[in-house]
Nanobody
């Protein structure tokens, strides 16, 4: 069974940085891509960034130039470097893995941007 474990969330001041990590373990699959989503209170979950198996990336307009997604091809891990954080980046951030078997989600990690 595939399990995704996220880490790296926390409280940061506006303008600060955080790095989120997500590691996949278990199961047998071919990874098509990994992504970060976020969900703020009272809002729908939205895509933040994704990276395909070939390394191509996409970003939400709201985070372009501030966030960077990367992956480790050896252990199905994905990272999200978040710079110049804004209060509106406050949300629970979820990792998602898309594979030939199914889609898998992590449990989420809270990111709070506040002074």
């Amino acid at each position: 069974q595939v399990r995704l474990v996220e880490s790296g969330g926390g409280l940061v001041q506006p303008g600060g940085s955080l790095r989120l990590s997500c590691a996949a373990s278990g199961g047998s699959f071919a990874m098509y891509g990994m992504a970060w989503y976020r969900q703020a209170p009272g809002k729908q979950r939205e895509l933040v960034a994704l990276i395909r198996a070939n390394g191509l990336t996409n970003y939400a307009d709201s985070v372009k130039g501030r966030f960077a997604i990367s992956k480790n091809k050896y252990n199905n891990a994905v990272y999200l470097q978040m710079n110049s954080l804004l209060p509106e980046d406050t949300a629970v951030y979820y990792c998602k893995l898309t594979s030939n078997v199914s889609d898998y989600w992590g449990q989420g990690t809270q990111v709070t941007v506040s002074s």
